[in-house]
């Protein structure tokens, strides 16, 4: 964490925290779109962890993703010896899909999805943006205790203090109420049909 604190130099000090804010905020929609809404997302699979040449790997590094229709996902490897591995990883994954495969072509079709499935999915959208508002209220303890760090060592004034933190809370407000208002709009799809 690069935070910086100098005496009246409040400018860099919230660009310094809006960055490693952001890095969640970052996070944080790269998660809410691995959740299915029912539309197919190359985000959905690209990044599942496949076990090939001894490795781990994810997904987009061995294989072209496409979705030709809204509720599929195709998947061409570049090395037909990779297809059962990438097989795999789609069963093995949290997405309940079954591979279909053609050949050296797998084809993920997304069923509509149940009134059910949907309440569930949108408890796990509440979790994700959940963690990411705790990960927010951390980042802000890390520089409240730095604020505090800089106190005692009297490298800066009282008053300029009061203003980082308040800038701070400002700051993690603002952030806490965009990672709701992505929380919200991604339960919004889910309830769409």
Not at 42 to 71: F, H, Q, W
Not at 100 to 122: D, F, H
Not at 127 to 132: I, N, T
Request: glycine fraction near 4%; proline fraction near 3%.
């Amino acid at each position: 964490m690069s935070i910086k604190i100098e005496e009246n130099n409040l400018k860099a000090f919230e660009a310094s925290v809006a960055a490693e804010m952001d890095k969640v905020i970052v996070h944080c929609q790269k998660d809410l779109s691995s959740v299915n809404t029912g539309k197919a997302s190359t985000n959905m699979v690209e990044d599942l962890k496949v076990e090939c040449y001894g490795n781990m790997m994810i997904l987009r590094e061995l294989a072209a993703i496409s979705t030709p229709e809204s509720n599929m996902i195709v998947i061409q490897p570049w090395d037909k010896g990779t297809v059962s591995a990438i097989e795999k990883a789609i069963l093995a994954s949290h997405l309940g899909l079954t591979p279909n495969t053609q050949g050296t072509v797998i084809r993920l079709e997304l069923p509509p999805m149940s009134v059910a499935r949907r309440e569930e999915l949108a408890k796990v959208v509440s979790k994700k943006a959940e963690d990411a508002k705790v990960a927010l209220r951390n980042v802000r303890k890390d520089v409240g205790n730095l604020i505090k760090d800089n106190e005692k060592k009297k490298t800066v004034s009282e008053d300029f203090v009061k203003r980082l933190t308040k800038s701070l809370q400002d700051a993690t407000d603002k952030f806490v109420a965009h990672v709701e208002a992505l929380g919200e709009k991604k339960k919004k799809d889910l309830k769409t049909v």
